[in-house]
C-alpha cells in the first residue's frame, strides 16, 4: 500500500508530466485525452490521471465534455488576441506599480533577469521554445517584482496557454532573441519607461504576427484533410466493381 508521500509523488509526476504534454502540443487540438491510454503510459493507475485532467480543465488547458471526456482545447484567433490582450494589461499595471514604488535616486532593476541573459547568449541562435519560456519568464518577474500574487498566477496561466503559440512566433521572426535581449537588459538596469515602451512593441508585434501563425497552423490542418479525402476517394476508385465492356 501506497503512503500519502508516495501517492503524492505519483500525482505531481503525473501533473508535470501530462501538463508539459499539453503546453507543448503533444496533443492534437481537439484530439481527446483517453484516460486509461494516458494511465497506461505513464505505468500509473486511473485515478491520478483523472485527477490531472480535472485540474488542467480547471487552468484552461483542456476541456471536458460531459459524458464524452477529456479533450485538447482548440483556441481560435479571437481567443489567443484576448490572452495576448489580457497578458499586456498585466505586465503594464505591473510596470506602473513598479513605477510608482520605485524610490528616486536608488536604481533597482531586476537581478533575476541576469542568468536568463547568461542563457539566452550561450548560444548563437536559441531554440525557440527557449525563447518562448524565457518570454514568459519575464512577465512573471514582473508580476513578481510588483508584488501582487494573484496577478502573478494569472500570468503564470497565460503563459502555460500562449506557450505553444509563442514558439510558432519564434518560428517566424528572423532574429527573436535580440528584442528579448534587449528587454532583459532594460530590466536588469531598472529602466522600467524603456521597458513599457518595449513590451508595448512586443505586443503589437504578436498581433502583426498572429494572422500569420493562425494561417501556418490551420494550413497543414488541411493539407491532411484534403490528402484524406483523395486517398478515400482513390480506395473507393480502386475497390469499385469493374464495368464489364460489351
Known amino acids: 500500500m501506497l503512503s500519502k508521500s508516495d501517492n503524492s509523488n505519483i500525482i505531481k509526476r503525473v501533473y508535470q508530466s501530462l501538463k508539459s ?15 486509461e491510454t494516458l494511465a497506461e503510459d505513464l ?16 487552468e484552461g488547458l483542456i476541456i471536458n465534455v460531459p459524458k464524452m471526456g477529456f479533450f485538447m ?4 484567433e479571437a481567443d489567443i488576441l484576448d490572452l495576448y490582450e489580457l497578458n499586456h494589461l498585466l505586465t503594464i499595471w505591473s510596470m ?9 535616486g ?13 542563457k539566452l547568449t550561450l548560444v548563437q541562435m536559441p531554440a525557440d521554445e527557449v525563447i518562448a519560456n524565457s518570454s514568459g519568464i519575464i512577465f512573471e518577474y514582473c508580476a513578481r517584482r ?11 496561466n497565460i503563459n502555460d496557454r500562449l506557450n505553444h503559440i509563442r514558439v510558432c512566433e519564434s518560428q517566424m521572426e528572423c532574429t527573436p532573441a535580440v528584442a528579448l535581449l534587449a528587454i532583459i537588459q532594460q530590466g536588469i538596469e531598472g529602466n522600467y519607461e524603456e521597458l513599457q515602451t518595449l513590451f508595448e512593441e512586443q505586443h503589437n508585434r504578436s498581433v502583426i ?21 483523395t486517398n478515400t476517394f482513390n480506395i473507393d476508385r480502386c475497390l469499385a466493381p469493374r464495368q464489364s465492356s460489351k
Open 43 to 58: 505505468r500509473v493507475s486511473i485515478t491520478p490521471v483523472r485527477e490531472t485532467l480535472l485540474r488542467l480543465v480547471a
Open 73 to 76: 482545447r482548440t483556441l481560435s
Open 209 to 229: 504576427l498572429l494572422p500569420h501563425i493562425m494561417r501556418k497552423r490551420v494550413s497543414p490542418m488541411m493539407e491532411m484533410a484534403e490528402e484524406t479525402v
Open 21 to 35: 504534454s499539453v503546453i507543448s502540443q503533444h496533443f492534437v487540438p481537439g484530439e481527446r485525452l483517453n484516460i
Open 96 to 104: 506602473n506599480r513598479l513605477m510608482r514604488d520605485r524610490i528616486p
Open 146 to 156: 510588483a508584488g501582487n500574487l494573484e496577478i502573478v498566477e494569472q500570468v503564470k
Open 106 to 118: 536608488l536604481v533597482a532593476g531586476m537581478p533575476e533577469l541576469i542568468a536568463l541573459n547568461k
